[in-house]
Each structure stands twice: as structure tokens, then as C-alpha cells.
């Protein structure tokens, strides 16, 4: 940031044919052209005696979108809007969505259907989806010459299968409409003017500003630092969900049973949280064993639902694993004395008898022989050896329990990388989600995470973003529309006398 008189010059997104700055403030303009993230960024002034439209804090999926749908409802009239971001390039989470693909959205087209994916946020965003859900998503992208395309378990991809397709549509509606994007941006608080006005304050120390805006939206996502400036307005603090920790990350388990079977995967399993209870405790569906534990959209789901408390025990639980959810345990029982009988001379380590239709084993070699050796090793230290008509009846029954009801002890949490998402946030009663707006505090508004929302994998937390951004750009558009009118009748009202 560099200071020139009484102007700051930050880094933004300029006009993408002449490498022009957005500007058009009546002092004087000194810029410096130097690429960031794009060719066609540069350096422009912000001048502190300008009066924004719409100050957007955060640069995320959330606050970029509603400047674009912002500016779309206004259009002919363009508002004037200045997003910043205090990191070197913005949408940083649509870049690391579904491991840099973008999981821009889910297939699910019905919102109450879409709603039930989210612990949290649920019952508040059936009627934001109704407005703008995922079909709603999809056909603004095809508008704007994005092809998508649906995978087998509903997640939703640009068709280029990078996430830089997404993020590049959004810059351009943003260059579109002359949208300032200020980088490297730290906001160090939120105040309130006599006239109603916000002033945001910039940078620190000795390089401090401030900058008017009529309204303010905050999608800062889980930045802690938000919530004191939010406070600092009078805006209620709910307790409860003001509470953040993680959600969607995997278990760490330190357990003999998994050991060396990294990258072994099984595609369908029921976990339950048997130590703690929480809504929705048992969780179906694959299972990834990793190096440090287990992870894949069972453990995920699982976590999102028991994100906050887990959180408060410290991530310490016993998980309950049933291997093979789809079998009764009498009819394992009896599917394992059959093979006592018909596989007497094979070794009980080396042939599982549970297979589908097509012949394939439910369970890998490894992960089988794992759990018999660990079962039968309490009685015989010869397991890995032991053949099927050595099998005793109380094996039989033990090795039964073992493959539907198998405890491992959660020591922790790791994480996962293709979505880092925050339970807890700003609390959802005190806003109002026909437009986003703080019910404490007029001209304030929310989107996206940093609000009480979180969803499940398969592309529901970023279509949160896109719905609270919709409704919060589309709101404010009403608001200034409303303004403009108002000052109009002034203005007649004045010519006529």
C-alpha cells in the first residue's frame, strides 16, 4: 500500500481491454502496474471521500457474487462497489473446491430435498433456495458460457474440470460492471457515521484510511477478527453458535486393525458415534482408510453433523464400524458356518465369503485378513494359519460382531482438503434471509460462511455462497433503487418550487 497525499493506492481489478484503473474520483491518480492474479490487474486509488454503494468485506465466493448480482439488478445504473480482500488474490475457496475441479454445486433441484444436507442452517434456507438453488445456479453459468456436468453422485463440475473456469466467469462479471477489488487489504473495524453511513477502516499504525459506503456486507468467512467489528456496531452476539470449530474432517485412529492398509477403500459401511450423541449420529456410505486414520463421505458427513460436539470433547469418541451394513448378523453367522463347511482346508485369512452379484469381495484382502487375525488372535496366536473347519462356534459368533459392530477409539481430527469449512458463525436468528440483513443493525448484511451455516461434501457449502450472495446483492439492488427514487422526487419537488 502505497501513500500518495491524502489517496492510498492498494491493488485492484482494473478494466481487462485497456489495463485502464477504475477510478473516477476527481483527484489527482497515480498508479503502478503490477501483475497479481490476472494480466489485468493494477493499482488504483481509494480515496476516502467517495461514497460507496456497497462495501463488500471478503473477497470469497459469498461477497463476489452478490457484487455481481449487485450490479446485474441495477443494470443500466451502475453502483459503485469496492470489494476488499486482505489476500494477494480473491475466491481463493472456489480455487481449492473439489480439489481445484470446483464442486461449484449439487443435482438436487428440489430445496427442501437440497436443505436437509445442511446441520446446520437447514429450516433458514429452504426459502433462500427456493429463490436460488442449484438449478438456478447452473442455468446463470450456461448464461454466461460455462458448460457443467453432473458426476454419478450428484456433485456438479465446470466441464473444463478446473476450478479456474469458475473463478475466471466471476472476474469478468466483476471487470464487467467496474468493480473494485482491493488486495492485500486489512479492515481493522466498522463504524457508524451520524448520517447513517458506514466507515470501514483500513490498514494500521501509521497507515490507516477509512471508506464510506451506504451498506456493508461482510462474508469474511470464519476470520475471527470479523466478530469484533460486528460487535462493535451492536450487533448481537448469540453464544451458541458464535462457538467456531471445524467441520467435514476425518478421524484420526491409531489402531492396529489399519495399519499399513492406506488407500484401501470400502464402498459402503455405517459408522455411528457411540460414546457421544448427536443428531443424525449414524452416518452410510464409502470409507477411505488412510495413513493416519479413516476419512471418505461417511466419516465427513459424520463430522459435519457431530462437528460441535466433538469440538467439545476435545475430538475424543469410540466410533462403531459395521462392515457390511447391507448383511444382518444372523445371516452372517450362518453365511460363515456354511464356509466352515464348504471351505474346510482354506485358509480362514485369505478367502471372504461376503461377495456382491458380480463376484467381488465387500472387503479388501487386507482389510479382511486384519480383522480375523485381530478377532481370533485372543484364542489362537496361530490365526493367520487357521483354516475354516478349525472355526468354532464362539469364532464364528465373535468374528460376527467384530464385522458389524467394530470400536475404534477417535484420538482426533485431521483434515480435508478440498473443503475447509467452519461450524458456527454469526447466529441465523438475528437475520433476516428474505435479504441477508442484520435484524440489529439496517444496511448491514451476511453471506456465506461466516454465518451459522455449513453443509455437507458434494458442492452444498458452496452453493450456500451463491444463495446468500444472490439474495444479499439482489436486496441491497431494491434498497438503492428505493434510494434513487426518493432523491429523484427531491429533485422535482426542488425544480417545481
Request: charge should be positive; charged fraction near 20%.
Amino acid at each position: 500500500m502505497i501513500k500518495y497525499g491524502y489517496l492510498w493506492l492498494m491493488p485492484c481489478i482494473g478494466n481487462m481491454k485497456t489495463r485502464q484503473h477504475t477510478c473516477n474520483n476527481q483527484f489527482r491518480c497515480t498508479r503502478v502496474y503490477r501483475p497479481l492474479q490476472t494480466p489485468y490487474h493494477n493499482h488504483c486509488i481509494i480515496c476516502y471521500a467517495t461514497l460507496y454503494d456497497l462495501v463488500v468485506v471478503g473477497g470469497g465466493p459469498a461477497g463476489c457474487f452478490a457484487a455481481v448480482q449487485l450490479c446485474e439488478t441495477s443494470y443500466p445504473n451502475v453502483p459503485k462497489i469496492l470489494i476488499l480482500e486482505r489476500a494477494s488474490r480473491i475466491l481463493e475457496k472456489v480455487r481449492i473446491s473439489g480439489g481445484g475441479r470446483c464442486n461449484v454445486t449439487n443435482e438436487e433441484s428440489d430445496p427442501r430435498v437440497f436443505a436437509q444436507h445442511y446441520p446446520r442452517g437447514e429450516k433458514e434456507l429452504i426459502g433462500p433456495l427456493t429463490r436460488f438453488g442449484s438449478v438456478e445456479m447452473k442455468q446463470w453459468l450456461k448464461d454466461r458460457g460455462v458448460a457443467w456436468k453432473t458426476e454419478r453422485d450428484g456433485r456438479v463440475f465446470p466441464v473444463s474440470d478446473t476450478s479456474q473456469t469458475i473463478i475466471q466467469c466471476i472476474q469478468q462479471q466483476l471487470l464487467r460492471y467496474n468493480v473494485q477489488v482491493r488486495l492485500l487489504c486489512c479492515v481493522t473495524g466498522i463504524e457508524r457515521d451520524n448520517d447513517g453511513h458506514f466507515r470501514i477502516h483500513i490498514g494500521g499504525g501509521k497507515h490507516q484510511a477509512s471508506i464510506s459506503s451506504r451498506y456493508v456486507l461482510v462474508s469474511t468467512g470464519s476470520n475471527r477478527l470479523a466478530y469484533r467489528w460486528i460487535a462493535s456496531l451492536g450487533h448481537v452476539k448469540d453464544s451458541s453458535s458464535s462457538f467456531l470449530c471445524p467441520s467435514l474432517f476425518t478421524f484420526c485412529i491409531d489402531d492396529i486393525r489399519i495399519q499399513g492398509l492406506s488407500g484401501i477403500t470400502v464402498q459402503d459401511v455405517c459408522l455411528k458415534i457411540s460414546s457421544v450423541s448427536f443428531r443424525n449420529h449414524v452416518q452410510r456410505g464409502p470409507l477411505l482408510i488412510t495413513h493416519w486414520g479413516l476419512s471418505g463421505p461417511a466419516v465427513l458427513k459424520l463430522s459435519a453433523w457431530g462437528a460441535r460436539t466433538l469440538a467439545e470433547n476435545n475430538y475424543k469418541a469410540q466410533l462403531s464400524i459395521d462392515w457390511l451394513p447391507s448383511i444382518h448378523i444372523e445371516e452372517i453367522r450362518s453365511i460363515l458356518t456354511d464356509t466352515k463347511h464348504t471351505w474346510k482346508t482354506k485358509q480362514v485369512t485369505t478367502t471372504c465369503p461376503f461377495r456382491d452379484k458380480n463376484g467381488r469381495q465387500f472387503l479388501a484382502k487386507e482389510l479382511w485378513r486384519n480383522i480375523v487375525v485381530h478377532t481370533l488372535k485372543t484364542e489362537d496366536n496361530a490365526a493367520m494359519k487357521k483354516m475354516w473347519k478349525d472355526i468354532s462356534k464362539a469364532q464364528i459368533a465373535a468374528l460376527s460382531t467384530a464385522l458389524k459392530s467394530s470400536i475404534f477409539e477417535i484420538r482426533g481430527k485431521g483434515i480435508f482438503k478440498e473443503e475447509f469449512v467452519t461450524c458456527g458463525g454469526i447466529g441465523r436468528k438475528h437475520v433476516h434471509f428474505e435479504t441477508m440483513e442484520s435484524k440489529w443493525i439496517p444496511g448491514l448484511y451476511f453471506a456465506g460462511e461466516i454465518l451459522d451455516i455449513d453443509g455437507l461434501t458434494g458442492g452444498f457449502n458452496l452453493q450456500a455462497a451463491w444463495t446468500t450472495g444472490y439474495i444479499c446483492g439482489r436486496s441491497i439492488a431494491k434498497r438503492l433503487e428505493m434510494l434513487h427514487r426518493a432523491n429523484d422526487d427531491i429533485d422535482g419537488k426542488d425544480g417545481q418550487g
